[in-house]
């Protein structure tokens, strides 16, 4: 029988509660896939099962002109902060005006939640207690973020996908995510991943939701 609505966002939240910290007092938690795989839906249902947890929205590091290479901004302004067990603060890009914001904070938490294409990227895992994958191919993902996104997106979407596909490429995430995350109708599966960092004890194996059969 498919388990009742919620069980695996809650069951994966008891988990993470459980972990170490990882950057300082935090228990940093990255969620990364392709573009339109669906991290932002999953990371808020995560983020309100974890009480409210802080999320740092990686569209809000990025830029046009830097679409992957914020790894220096994001580790100056929010991780280290996080690492010595202080507030964080960022400006967040407006990608309308095309220029950064005023500052915003990121208050430091028992667990913070950072999710974006290359959440999980090399120079950020030595900071993250866990890496979680949403497990959606390539093609499949963009095809909904173009969807998404409508016609007049298309040009961005095509500059996009090449600058994604170099990426992953040169620094891979998926190889590296300790879960991989699922979606299945309403619900979500979580299987360990890759990394194989899931304990015998930890029961994330199953569905979430009615429509839980992948």
């Known amino acids: 029988m498919p388990a009742p609505p919620g069980t695996v966002i809650h069951d994966l939240a008891r988990t993470l509660r459980r972990l170490p910290p990882s950057c ?17 839906t999953f990371t808020g249902r995560l983020a309100a099962a974890l009480d409210g947890a802080p999320v740092l929205h990686l569209d809000d ?22 690492r010595h067990g202080e507030n ?27 999710e974006g294409v290359g959440a999980g990227r090399r120079a950020i895992r030595p900071y993250l207690a866990r890496l979680l994958w949403m497990e959606l191919a390539d093609e499949e993902a963009w095809a909904r973020g173009r969807s998404r996104d409508g016609t007049e997106q298309s040009e961005f979407w095509a ?7 170099r990426h992953f490429a040169a620094d891979p995430s998926r190889p590296f995510a300790d879960l991989l995350v699922r979606q299945c109708g309403t619900g979500y599966e979580v299987l360990p991943g890759p990394a ?6 930890q029961n ?5 939701g009615p429509s839980a059969v992948c």
Not at 62 to 70: K, V
Not at 159 to 165: C, D, N, P, S
Request: proline fraction near 7%; glycine fraction near 12%; aromatic fraction near 8%.
């Open 24 to 40: 300082g007092p935090v228990r940093l938690i990255a969620v990364d896939g392709h573009a339109g795989s669906g991290k932002t």
């Open 61 to 82: 590091i990025a830029s046009h002109d830097e679409l992957f290479a914020w790894t220096r901004r994001l580790v100056g302004q929010v991780l280290e902060p996080l």
């Open 196 to 201: 194989g960092t899931v304990g015998s004890d």
């Open 88 to 114: 964080a603060s960022y400006a967040p890009y407006d990608w309308t005006s095309r220029h950064f914001g005023a500052p915003r904070t990121l208050p430091t938490a028992p667990v913070v939640l950072v």
């Open 204 to 208: 994330l194996t199953h569905g979430d």
């Open 159 to 165: 500059g996009w996908v090449r600058a994604e596909r």
